[in-house]
């Protein structure tokens, strides 16, 4: 038995090893008009193998592109475009810096010690004061979402100057706003309106009505 584990390495696998086996079919004719000609005709199986790179800008110079990847690099043929440099193509990407300091508390998130951070570092005004009042406004709600039904403000604004290693002072006597009665800090993903749960209350919205027109 043949197996693809013990095959060549596809360098575009989302067009499958019988677009390979053309392509090598393609290299083998030893007419260069003949070889452009069934370029082209490799082309179309292409772009009907790929229909979404239709979706992408300047579709036609990316599959041209794929023919050479496909080909490596290595297809004397009249292209509308010229063959790719192969190391553009293999160069290891730029890797993203990760974040090493680890998050001192998950439920508020990284962003919210950013944000400590910046405030330890401005000087006291009425302006800070009232960014820490929308900071520990904002931290509450979080607080909320993932543990308690109720928080103190005093919990709130213990948190901050721990989080910031006690370098911001959460002024005396602030106070924050109460919470409605209808406010809703449910988990995120938990609180999605389904097209069954709708229908339900579409049916018993109309049955209510129903009753309330015989009485």
Request: net charge neutral.
């Amino acid at each position: 038995m043949d197996y693809n584990t013990t095959r060549e390495k596809l360098a575009m696998p989302e067009y499958g090893r019988n677009v390979l086996k053309m392509v090598e079919q393609l290299k083998s004719i030893p007419d260069k008009a003949k070889r452009s000609e069934q370029a082209h005709a490799v082309i179309k199986v292409m772009e009907i193998l790929n229909p979404q790179v239709h979706q992408q800008e300047d579709f036609e110079h990316k599959l041209w592109d794929q023919l050479y990847m496909i080909a490596g690099f290595d297809l004397d043929i009249d292209s509308p475009f010229p063959c790719p440099v192969a190391e553009e193509f293999n160069t290891d990407p730029v890797p993203l810096p990760m974040k090493n300091s680890k998050i001192k508390a998950n439920h508020y998130g990284r962003n919210i010690e950013k944000i400590i951070e910046l405030l330890s570092d401005e000087p006291e005004s009425e302006v800070k004061t009232e960014m820490i009042r929308s900071l520990a406004t904002y931290m509450r709600q979080q607080y909320l979402i993932w543990n308690k039904d109720s928080v103190a403000d005093e919990t709130i604004f213990n948190d901050i100057e721990k989080l910031s290693d006690f370098r911001l002072k959460v002024p005396e006597g602030i106070r924050l706003s109460k919470i409605s009665g209808d406010a809703n800090f449910s988990r995120p993903g938990l609180g999605i309106k389904t097209a069954q749960n709708s229908s339900q209350k579409n049916r018993s919205y109309k049955n209510n009505r129903r009753q309330n027109k015989k009485k």
